[in-house]
């Protein structure tokens, strides 16, 4: 959630509790160029001097690896620079977390993020590019494994990215009626009339046409915290 703040010489726990924020219900504070600055909990009593009208806070429930990705999307956009290590290096941290996001993340994209930001920190010409580098160092050192679960583990800790969020069926819900299954493209539900239907994540592409389909609303897409649901059909306990 982003907010808007006047300059001034504070701590960051102090701002929370002047814009009516939960501190304890948070894990990251965006601080907004020139600042560009990631503030976590255990750092919430130091003083600061804000430099910046732009705070973000950030849940449990939002993803880091996409909120690093949104911060390097709006620096990119706010510079007219054009220069090498600003404008094309951006692009390619963009392009990468991008992908890191989106289930397409390959293994050396940390290492080539680490290796990429120190040289546009000491070679870029524009602040928002010194800026945007040193975002993705922060969020690096600070949200490392979150941000790298998508990578090796292929998932969003905090569900928050909508590329790793999955469909299932509940048991409670479905009375076999097959609506899901004719809706499918992909051939990802298994069942059978008066059975409850079972979507096969290796097949589903996320597409929604489920949900959009079941009368019943027992489809529903889940974060980081899925619903127990069973491996095959099996009979519909509902009267």
């Given at each position: 959630?982003?907010?808007?703040?006047?300059?001034?010489?504070?701590?960051?726990?102090?701002?929370?509790?002047?814009?009516?924020v939960?501190?304890?219900?948070?894990?990251?504070?965006?601080?907004g160029?020139?600042?560009?600055?990631f503030?976590?909990?255990?750092?919430?009593?130091?003083?600061?001097?804000?430099?910046?009208?732009?705070?973000?806070?950030?849940?449990?429930?939002?993803?880091?690896?996409?909120?690093?990705?949104?911060?390097?999307?709006?620096?990119?956009?706010?510079?007219?620079?054009?220069?090498?290590?600003?404008?094309?290096?951006?692009?390619?941290?963009?392009?990468?977390?991008?992908?890191?996001?989106?289930?397409?993340?390959?293994?050396?994209?940390?290492?080539?993020?680490?290796?990429?930001?120190?040289?546009?920190?000491?070679?870029?010409?524009?602040?928002?590019?010194?800026?945007?580098?040193?975002?993705?160092?922060?969020?690096?050192?600070?949200?490392?494994?979150e941000?790298?679960?998508?990578?090796?583990?292929?998932?969003?800790p905090?569900?928050?990215?909508p590329?790793?969020?999955?469909?299932?069926?509940?048991?409670?819900?479905?009375t076999?009626?097959?609506?899901?299954?004719?809706?499918?493209?992909?051939?990802?539900?298994?069942?059978?009339?008066?059975?409850?239907?079972?979507?096969?994540?290796?097949?589903?592409?996320?597409?929604?046409?489920?949900?959009?389909?079941?009368?019943?609303?027992?489809?529903?897409?889940?974060?980081?915290?899925?619903?127990?649901?069973?491996?095959?059909?099996?009979?519909?306990?509902?009267?």
């Amino acid at each position: 959630m982003k907010h808007e703040i006047q300059k001034q010489s504070t701590t960051t726990a102090a701002l929370l509790k002047e814009l009516g924020v939960d501190a304890a219900e948070l894990k990251a504070v965006w601080f907004g160029y020139p600042m560009a600055q990631f503030v976590v909990p255990e750092r919430f009593g130091e003083e600061l001097e804000v430099t910046t009208c732009e705070l973000q806070t950030f849940g449990p429930e939002d993803c880091m690896a996409h909120a690093l990705l949104d911060v390097c999307e709006e620096l990119r956009r706010s510079t007219e620079c054009t220069c090498t290590f600003g404008h094309e290096g951006g692009y390619q941290v963009v392009t990468i977390l991008g992908d890191v996001c989106s289930k397409k993340g390959k293994p050396d994209d940390i290492a080539l993020l680490r290796d990429l930001a120190p040289v546009m920190q000491a070679q870029a010409l524009c602040g928002e590019g010194r800026a945007l580098a040193s975002a993705v160092l922060q969020a690096l050192d600070l949200f490392g494994p979150e941000i790298e679960a998508h990578i090796t583990k292929k998932s969003c800790p905090s569900g928050g990215c909508p590329a790793f969020k999955t469909y299932h069926i509940l048991v409670s819900k479905c009375t076999g009626c097959g609506k899901c299954l004719d809706a499918c493209d992909d051939d990802a539900i298994m069942g059978k009339a008066k059975f409850v239907h079972v979507v096969d994540q290796r097949k589903c592409s996320q597409c929604g046409a489920c949900l959009e389909a079941c009368p019943e609303g027992a489809v529903v897409r889940a974060g980081a915290k899925k619903p127990k649901t069973p491996p095959r059909p099996i009979p519909v306990r509902r009267k």
